[in-house]
C-alpha cells in the first residue's frame, strides 16, 4: 500500500579528497597574516586529507523510491568536489582561490556553488567539509546573517 502523502528525506554521501593550501590574504601583510594564521601561514603550505558529506532533499519518488538516484549524486559530486579539489594546490590550481582565501569555510562555499549548478534545483540541502576530524565547516547556502 502506497502512502498516501508525499514524504520527505534527505539523503547524504561522503567523498574524501587530499589538498594541500597556504591560508593567505592578500589585504593583510606578511606579519598580519603570520599572526592571524599562525603555522597554516607557511609559504610551502601544507596539506589535509578533507572529508565532504553533501546532503540533499527532497520528495520520495513513489516510482523509484528515491530522492536522487545514488548513482546521479556521485557523478554530480565527482565533478563539483574530485575533479577541481582533489590533489590539488588549492591556491595555485583552483582559479576560485586565486582571489578567496582557502579556509575551510571557503572551500564549503566553493563546493556549494559547484554542486549547486549541477543539481536539481533546490534539492542541495547541506555541504560538511572535515578538514580534520576537529575542524569541520558546515555551510547551507546562506549569505548573510540577518540583522535583528
Known amino acids: 500500500m502506497a502512502p498516501s502523502a508525499a514524504r520527505l528525506a534527505r539523503l547524504s554521501r561522503t567523498v574524501s579528497f587530499s589538498a594541500c593550501h597556504r ?10 597574516n603570520l599572526k592571524l594564521f599562525g603555522k597554516c601561514n607557511n609559504p610551502n603550505g601544507h596539506g589535509h586529507n578533507y572529508k565532504v558529506i553533501v546532503t540533499v532533499r527532497g520528495e520520495i519518488d513513489p516510482v523509484s523510491g528515491m530522492v536522487l538516484n545514488l548513482t546521479e549524486l556521485k557523478e ?20 576560485y582561490f586565486a582571489e578567496v582565501v582557502s579556509t575551510t569555510e571557503n572551500v564549503a562555499v566553493f563546493i556549494w556553488e559547484n554542486l ?33
Open 23 to 32: 591560508l593567505h590574504s592578500k589585504s593583510l601583510s606578511d606579519e598580519e
Open 76 to 95: 554530480y559530486m565527482q565533478e563539483a568536489i574530485m575533479k577541481p579539489l582533489d590533489h590539488k594546490n588549492l591556491d595555485k590550481d583552483v582559479p
Open 116 to 148: 549547486k549548478k549541477l543539481l536539481p534545483m533546490g534539492t542541495l540541502y547541506k555541504v560538511k567539509v572535515y578538514e580534520t576530524d576537529q575542524n569541520i565547516v558546515v555551510y547551507k547556502g546562506e549569505e548573510t546573517i540577518s540583522e535583528k
